[in-house]
């Protein structure tokens, strides 16, 4: 069984690229819109790791994180902002996020993070 990653993103285009790109490495994938659908999806399918965007109307990215680390303490989050707000990506990195990249990203390097923490299994 591979991985299983959550995209969480408010913009649809962002979130179908990641999907597909992860989906095609062979990782279980589930998508969220919004803090209240990431909590969820990581409450009922338990992702390996988040892939999590700062900027998301209603709940920030700090305070899923924050939240998803109640729920798990040991879950991987890799956050992704376009802002170089230095403090907001620090703050996150104290809440236990493993790295973090500006939007927009090389593709490659959030695939080369991903495999590194999640490695893919062949079956």
Not at 86 to 112: C, E, N, V, Y
């Amino acid at each position: 069984m591979s991985g299983k990653i959550l995209i969480v993103d408010d913009q649809f285009g962002i979130r179908i690229l990641l999907n597909e790109v992860f989906h095609k490495e062979g990782y279980q994938t589930f998508q969220a819109a919004n803090g209240i659908q990431a909590l969820e999806i990581l409450t009922n399918h338990s992702p390996d790791l988040v892939l999590l965007d700062m900027k998301i109307p209603g709940m920030d990215g700090n305070e899923i994180l924050k939240r998803m680390k109640q729920i798990d303490p040991d879950i991987k989050v890799i956050i992704m902002t376009a802002y170089g707000e230095l403090d907001m990506i620090q703050q996150a990195k104290d809440l236990g996020a493993i790295t973090h990249f500006a939007k927009p990203f090389d593709i490659d390097d959030i695939r080369s993070a991903v495999r590194e923490y999640v490695p893919v299994q062949s079956s």
